[in-house]
């Protein structure tokens, strides 16, 4: 069922059988907010590349499948994607470039993240996030999720940021963020065999009543390395600060929280 005010262009085939709504392989430019409606499977093919305008959307209440390959990127360009599905559900991305997203200065939307996934359960490998104009270039919310493999470079501010969430971070790169490199609030987090390169605040906070593991990690150029507030717990095992102004701060941050701690 849509409202009047979603959109959705011809070049998707919706298969009722299945229940998938599918954009074949193709460049394609939209102009319009694209919108997704509950109780399908948005699948987008490998190859495909998705030009928006800065200020349009692709915003699905369904998850989605987004398989490209090595050789063959889906990639999307400017504007924003959201994926507010529900918790049983799982949405996969795997060789997704997002290039050049941003929120729109007019929006009255309340998300901060420029590729956000609220309510759902999100596996993500093999992908690029870069350029991203938002506050978060990645933000997932109330949400399991595993990141990847994966590369988020060129943030405006924060690059990966979880809210009330559970998941991993594995094998990832975070480079050129103008606020934190990794951001997690009220979570359950595990970082392993990643690195943080010139983060222009924190490399990785954590806070919140948050418990992060981080393990085999790396942080370079940043102002603080890692930062615990707010009740929050870190357990470090084997990382490597270099060039960076604080290597750990600890502090409460908050009226309602009691300190943090790291480990």
Known sequence: ???????????????????????????????????IPEGWTLIIEEGTVVNLSPDKYILSYS???????????????????????????????????FDSLSLSENSNWTITGAVTFHNTNVFISDCQFSNNYS????NIVSSYFELKRSLVKNTFSDG??????NGIIKNCDFLNT??????ISGSNVTIINSQIFNAVDKAISSGERSN?????????????????????????NSINIE????????????????????V
């Open 1 to 35: 069922v849509k409202s009047s005010t979603d959109y959705m262009p011809s070049v998707f085939k919706i298969d009722s059988t299945s229940m998938t709504i599918k954009l074949p392989f193709g460049i394609y430019n939209f102009n319009e907010s694209i919108t």
């Open 63 to 97: 998850p989605v499948s987004m398989i490209g390959s090595e050789q063959n990127p889906i990639k999307l360009v400017h504007g924003s994607f959201i994926v507010l599905s529900q918790k049983d559900k799982k949405s996969t991305l795997k060789n997704v470039i």
């Open 135 to 138: 506050e978060d270039a990645l």
């Open 160 to 165: 990966f940021d979880a809210d009330f969430c």
């Open 178 to 183: 103008g606020n934190d490199g990794v951001d």
């Open 212 to 236: 992060l593991k981080v393990e085999n990690c790396s942080i370079n150029k940043s102002n603080i390395g890692l930062a615990s507030k707010d009740e929050s717990s870190i357990i470090v």
């Open 243 to 262: 060039k960076s102004s604080i290597c750990y701060a600890i502090f409460q941050k908050k009226a309602e929280f009691n300190p943090a701690k790291i």
